[in-house]
């Protein structure tokens, strides 16, 4: 449901707890930064969104771009422990590619479109923000690099490299698919993602056991 749909569906006059205002500011921010940019974007749209009047939303966040910077963190850190998630569920490394290739194409298929905030900003010129984006791939990449390192006993900078490469693949990948209007089954577009990342990390030897 959208923050729209969220509004008109709660009787007039109901007050929200302050948490869950929160959510649904951030709910209605979205929808707008995602259809309009960040530039284009006005505070005025986003408490119309969200059916509150502009005070409001001003008790929650003091400008357009600490509303953009929780937007950021929020979803970046869901890409985090998606990734996290993905490694941890499984100790058998094709699969482990597999998983962590389906996080990211399950990433930006989400509704709402949440991953352009962090991937296709129109706001990378702002420090604040390409802090951000710069940290979510690296965070994602340093997860990834901590498993190569421990099964190959490659060089920590190696490890690294391998992974930036590993999450870039998925991460352009993903976006591609989705931005050509799915031409092919998710499944079929993770399949064959993982595969090509899979023939690649499986070239390097497994550190010895023991």
Same mark, same amino acid.
């Given at each position: %449901?959208?923050? %729209? $749909?969220?509004?008109?569906?709660?009787?007039? *006059?109901? !007050?929200?707890?302050?948490?869950?205002?929160?959510?649904?500011?951030?709910?209605?921010?979205?929808?707008? @930064?995602?259809?309009? *940019? +960040?530039h284009a974007a006005a505070m005025d749209d986003i408490a119309d969104r969200a059916g509150v009047s502009k005070p409001v939303l001003y008790q929650h966040f003091p400008g357009k771009l600490e509303l953009y910077l929780a937007l950021l963190d929020q979803h970046c850190e869901a890409l985090v422990q998606a990734?996290?998630?993905?490694?941890?569920?499984?100790t058998d490394n094709k699969l482990r590619v597999a998983a962590t %290739?389906?996080? +990211? @194409?399950? +990433?930006?298929?989400?509704? *709402? *479109?949440? @991953?352009? /905030?962090? @991937?296709?900003?129109?706001?990378?010129?702002?420090?604040?923000? !390409? $802090?951000?984006?710069?940290r979510v791939s690296m965070d994602c990449a340093e997860l990834v690099s901590a498993v190569i390192a421990e099964d190959t006993d490659l060089p920590a900078e190696q490890s690294k490299l391998l992974a930036v490469s590993l999450c870039g693949l998925a991460q352009i990948t993903a976006r591609h698919w989705v931005a050509s209007g799915r031409p092919v089954p998710r499944e079929v577009a993770k399949s064959l993602t993982a595969? /090509?990342?899979w023939r690649g990390i499986a070239g390097f030897p497994m550190q010895p056991q023991g």
């Open positions: %449901m959208t923050a %729209m $749909e969220q509004t008109e569906a709660r009787p007039r *006059g109901t !007050r929200l707890p302050r948490r869950a205002r929160r959510n649904q500011l951030l709910g209605a921010a979205q929808e707008v @930064f995602v259809a309009q *940019g +960040y990734v996290r998630r993905a490694l941890a569920s499984t %290739m389906d996080a +990211y @194409f399950d +990433y930006v298929e989400q509704e *709402g *479109g949440a @991953f352009r /905030l962090v @991937f296709e900003s129109d706001l990378t010129n702002e420090p604040a923000v !390409r $802090e951000r984006v710069d595969s /090509l990342a």
